[in-house]
Structures are given as C-alpha cells and as structure tokens.
C-alpha cells in the first residue's frame, strides 16, 4: 500500500515542506518546497499566510499523514515564541483536514535520517538527496522537511502499532 507523507519545518519566515509517498521500504520524492511570509506584515497575517499555504499543500497534494519538528527552545525567548506560533499553525492544519500529524525532535530526524544525532545540515541535506533521487532541493528548509517525511516514513509503522497497543517484538 502506498502512503504518501507530509514532513513541515515550522518556521515563520520559511516554513519547510516536503511531500514523499511511502511503499513498503521505498521512498519517493514528489515536491518540496517553502511557504515564505513578509517579515514586515504583522503577526496575524503571516500566521495566515503559513495556514492558507499548507491548507492549499494539503489540497493539491492529498497526503494521508503529516510530521512537524518539535521546537526547541532557544536563549531568545520572543524567537522561541514566534516559531511556536508557527509550529502551532503547522500542526493545526493538516489536524484540522484530518490528517494523523506526528512530531519529531531534531535528534530523532537527524538519527533516521544520517544515523547520527550529531550530523549537520549539510550531511543531513545529502542523505536526503541520496534517499530520494532526483529531489532538487533549492532551501534548507525544504531539506528539512523531506528529512522530517523520511523519519517519519520510518518510524509510522511502529508508532501505529504503538497506538493500537500492539508489542513489537
């Protein structure tokens, strides 16, 4: 059966997504890309911005499930603050289209993706090239994303037995 994942890099300036179908072990890429928002519009209406773009992903690409990075908190507490809006906007619309949504930390996604949780961007961006040929892949951010689609490509299985309460051997 073919599955086919959103991953979402929550960011309010550039919010990261990438959309992957999933077939037994076989990954392919489909798109990828960023929602970009005016850094000097307000609040609301970036927040906008980010919900109308991935309700527009979500209609055009009709994926079953999603995966959003969890945040991690910084020393700028309004930075920190801001993203979590945009992580807030990120969770609630594939939520809100009926969408399973998982989260992942950084760790996590760095380890299912490189085998490492101390691998850089660059390492993680390359093995994400290597795991899904043929992705042009023009922003970290989107990088990201299709990193956040792998692992969860990965993880799905025993998360879902997880939730039915099923023992993995």
Known sequence: MTIRLLGIDPGLRFTGWGVVEVEGNALRH????V?????????????????????????AWHPQEAAVEQTYVNRNGASTLKLGYARGIALLTPAEAGLKVAEYGAMEIKRAVVGTGAADKKQVEMMVRRLLPGAIIKRSDASDAL????????????RLAWAAGVRMA
């Open 147 to 158: 990193a956040l689609a792998i692992c969860h490509a990965h993880h799905r299985e025993s």
């Open 35 to 59: 929602i970009a928002t005016d850094s000097g519009a307000s609040l609301p209406a970036r927040l906008c911005v980010l919900h109308e773009g991935l309700a527009r992903l979500i209609a």
């Open 30 to 33: 489909l798109a990828d890309g």
